[in-house]
């Protein structure tokens, strides 16, 4: 009988165990900028597009996630917003050597957000974040149950910030 309950404990602490992991699973790209501290190239929009762009990077510099994007007239990292003809929200382009980001550019897909979304300046957030966390070595699709800016399956139209997952994964990088 002890022997039974032995094996019956040892085998229920290795399943929380596991399924804690999984819960938890970051899921890093192999590069991410090598700065806590991220310039990108000043970008001038109509107020449609400018606002959310805008309130896009405040949502990562207000989360806790010891991360700070800024504008900068110098920065090689840019940011357009346009019509393309990919099927993506958005694309991040990043040029990396070794495991360091030497440049991004993002695409913010215009034809492609304007047909889907409901809350257009929410979408746009939702889609500008996600790209911005490639840039901070943020993979698509976590394997977790916890939300994440960076599942395809999130809401983009209600999810525009980084949740306590996503920080939680860029603050073990910084």
């Not at 996630?65 to 990292?77: E, I």
């Not at 215009?110 to 070595?137: C, N």
């Amino acid at each position: 009988m002890k022997r039974k309950l032995s094996f019956s404990v040892l085998l229920m602490g290795v399943l929380i165990l596991v399924g804690s992991t999984a819960a938890y699973a970051a899921t890093y790209l192999t590069y991410g900028y090598p700065s806590s501290t991220i310039p990108i190239k000043s970008y001038s929009y109509n107020d449609t597009w400018q606002v959310p762009m805008d309130a896009s990077l405040s949502n990562w510099n207000n989360a806790n996630a010891k991360v700070t994007f800024s504008k900068n007239s110098n920065s090689t990292n840019t940011i357009t917003a346009a019509q393309f003809d990919y099927e993506d929200y958005g694309v991040n382009y990043v040029t990396y050597s070794g495991s360091e980001v030497t440049k991004f550019r993002i695409e913010l897909n215009a034809r492609k957000i304007s047909a889907d979304a409901t809350d257009f300046s929410k979408f746009v957030q939702s889609v500008f974040v996600h790209e911005l966390g490639h840039s901070i070595w943020l993979g698509d699709n976590p394997s977790t149950t916890s939300s994440s800016i960076m599942k395809y399956s999130r809401d983009r139209n209600t999810m525009t910030k980084p949740q306590t997952f996503d920080i939680n994964n860029v603050k073990a990088k910084y």
